[in-house]
């Protein structure tokens, strides 16, 4: 009896289809690791990030644009909220240096001139922003940022590398009349141990 042509073992056939699908297949793999390698650095600091703790970093170097007499900028970042900074206009920013570059995780943003409410309404507070973040190769990355107008901490996530200063730029406020200025009662920054 004879097999029907399907069932028949096929014994010389050429093997140039199967090689020819294995190296489409090898080429195809080289292809998608070649385009998808920045974006598995990217992911690998992702998880890095959220695997860690946050560690407190402070600036070596502060500066600003302007400053309000008795609420200098070293005010927003000496620890404690119940001294502040103050910047009279919108458009004002301050500059913080860093002595090495680092991973910066987050910056944590205290506005106004108290967390007590009654005294955090006595002055006008931030609530738009812009975080220009230069790396130590020279490239910044800005990032906008909105802020509630409340008091207490407000975090923003960041996950840039290299960091080497910080410049927080004013772009909106609230409570800004005449004899009023922004204050701002402390900027946090962390890093990735």
């Known amino acids: 009896m004879k097999l029907p042509r399907l069932w028949r ?16 297949v090898l080429a195809a793999l080289v292809v998608a690791g070649f385009l998808l390698f920045p974006f598995a650095g990217n992911l690998v600091q992702d998880v890095r990030d959220k695997l860690s703790s946050p560690a407190p970093i402070g600036p070596v170097r502060t500066v600003a ?10 005010a927003a970042v000496d620890g404690v909220t ?4 103050g910047a009279p206009a919108v458009g004002d920013w301050a500059e913080f240096g ?9 910056v944590v943003i205290h506005t106004g001139a108290s967390t007590n409410r009654a005294d955090f309404d006595q002055q006008a507070r931030p609530t738009a922003l812009d975080l220009v973040i230069t790396s130590s190769d020279g490239t910044t990355t800005t990032l906008p940022v909105s802020l509630a107008d409340q008091p207490g901490p407000q975090r923003t996530d960041t996950g840039i590398s290299d960091v080497v200063t910080i410049r927080v730029v004013i772009r909106g406020a609230a409570g800004l009349a005449p004899g009023r200025h922004i204050a701002f009662g402390e900027i946090e920054f962390f890093q990735r141990p």
């Open 65 to 74: 644009s302007a400053e309000v007499p008795g609420h200098p900028v070293t």
């Open 82 to 85: 119940n001294r502040y900074w």
């Open 9 to 24: 073992a096929t014994g010389g056939g050429s093997p140039w289809p199967r090689r020819i699908v294995v190296l489409l």
């Open 98 to 106: 860093f002595d090495h570059p680092f991973r910066l995780l987050g």
